[in-house]
Nanobody, 128 residues
């Protein structure tokens, strides 16, 4: 299992960019499938982007063309570069990882139940 700590959130204006980073510790990071989710007030947690152990990426429709997920196995980090931010991107952003024991997804990559490690979240606020 990996332990996760997010950083990089903040208050920005619409159209600005922000880069979130997730620092992971644990022996299984290199084989863990990782993802970013977000949760706005009064809404359910939703999938944003995922990157599997080999670097293949997946995006929610709302993130395609604006967000980029990446990982650095040497540094044990997963980043989310967010460009052209909109007020509707305002949410707490969470980094998530699975246990790294199975390279394949046991559930769809966009399911919260695929992941058993979660960070504490970082607030992103986009003003109009």
């Amino acid at each position: 299992q990996v332990q996760l700590v997010e950083s990089g959130g903040g208050l920005v204006q619409a159209g600005d960019s922000l880069r979130l980073s997730c620092a992971a510790s644990g022996r299984t990071f290199r084989t863990s499938n990782m993802a970013w989710f977000r949760q706005a007030p009064g809404k359910e947690r939703e999938f944003v982007a995922a990157i599997n152990w080999s670097g293949r990426t997946y995006y929610a429709d709302s993130a395609k063309g604006r967000f980029t997920i990446s990982r650095d196995n040497a540094k044990n980090t997963v980043d989310l570069q967010m460009n052209s931010l909109k007020p509707e991107d305002t949410a707490v952003y969470y980094c998530a990882g699975d246990d790294g024991t199975s390279l394949s997804y046991s559930r769809p990559y966009y399911y919260t139940s695929q992941y058993d490690s979660w960070g504490q979240g970082t607030q992103v606020t986009v003003s109009s």
